[in-house]
T-cell receptor, first 110, second 116 residues
Framework: SQQGEEDPQALSIQEGENATMNCSYK?????LQWYRQNSGRGLVHLIL?????REKHSGRLRVTLDTSKKSSSLLITASRAADTASYFC??????????FGGGTRVLVKP | DAGVIQSPRHEVTEMGQEVTLRCKPI?????LFWYRQTMMRGLELLIY????????DSGMPEDRFSAKMPNASFSTLKIQPSEPRDSAVYFC??????????????FGAGSRLTVL
């Protein structure tokens, strides 16, 4: 089974609205990362949050991490049509393996 | 840097044929990962190398799959013989793993394999 599971599986919003997606994982982690995948393309790294951090910002992205609940959230503020993509969380435990969740498909309607 | 380069981008083959996927990682990166993506199973890690040495191949589905990294700038993933259930997008990713322990992956565009 996958380490990270995203929720919801799909999200449809209007341009300008915020998009929030969640990731839950099962075991202790070293860090958690979020990636974006546009249709037919490879994944692109967005942001990394370490296990001793609770919140991190990068442009319109805000990531939170709650290690007691083994969960993370990704907030995209003021969404744009170009944000339409699938978003994946990835967890790194011991070693160098990154395990990806099933992803959240986000559709931003203009 | 041109990023992680994968070839071929698309391959259609018949069951039983040998398939070889190729990857050129980013220069200077010391780790390389092969993932497989399907609708049913999502992204699965097949194998990863560190300094050209295979570290963890526990994700390789069966003996029909093999991967090599003969030098720091080239890796192959081979499927012999191929089966329809191998149809998927295969991604190669590379990273520079340093003392911080962070492992940020740069992905290639993927190789879409269809086995008929």
């Amino acid at each position: 089974s996958q380490q990270g599971e995203e929720d919801p599986q799909a999200l449809s919003i209007q341009e300008g609205e915020n998009a929030t997606m969640n990731c839950s994982y099962k075991t202790s982690i070293n860090n958690l990362q979020w990636y974006r995948q546009n249709s037919g393309r490879g994944l692109v790294h967005l942001i990394l949050i370490r296990s001793n951090e609770r919140e991190k910002h990068s442009g319109r992205l805000r990531v939170t991490l709650d290690t007691s609940k083994k969960s993370s959230s990704l907030l995209i503020t003021a969404s744009r049509a170009a944000d339409t993509a699938s978003y994946f969380c990835a967890t790194k435990a011991a070693g160098n393996k990154l395990t990806f969740g099933g992803g959240t498909r986000v559709l931003v309607k203009p | 840097d041109a990023g992680v380069i994968q070839s071929p981008r698309h391959e259609v083959t018949e069951m039983g044929q040998e398939v070889t996927l190729r990857c050129k990682p980013i220069s200077g990166h010391n780790s390389l990962f092969w993932y497989r993506q399907t609708m049913m199973r999502g992204l699965e890690l097949l194998i990863y190398f560190n300094n050209n040495v295979p570290i963890d191949d526990s994700g390789m589905p069966e003996d029909r799959f093999s991967a090599k990294m003969p030098n720091a700038s080239f890796s192959t993933l081979k499927i012999q013989p191929s089966e329809p259930r191998d149809s998927a997008v295969y991604f190669c990713a590379s990273s520079l793993i340093g003392s911080s322990g962070a492992n940020v992956l740069t992905f290639g565009a993927g190789s879409r394999l269809t086995v008929l």
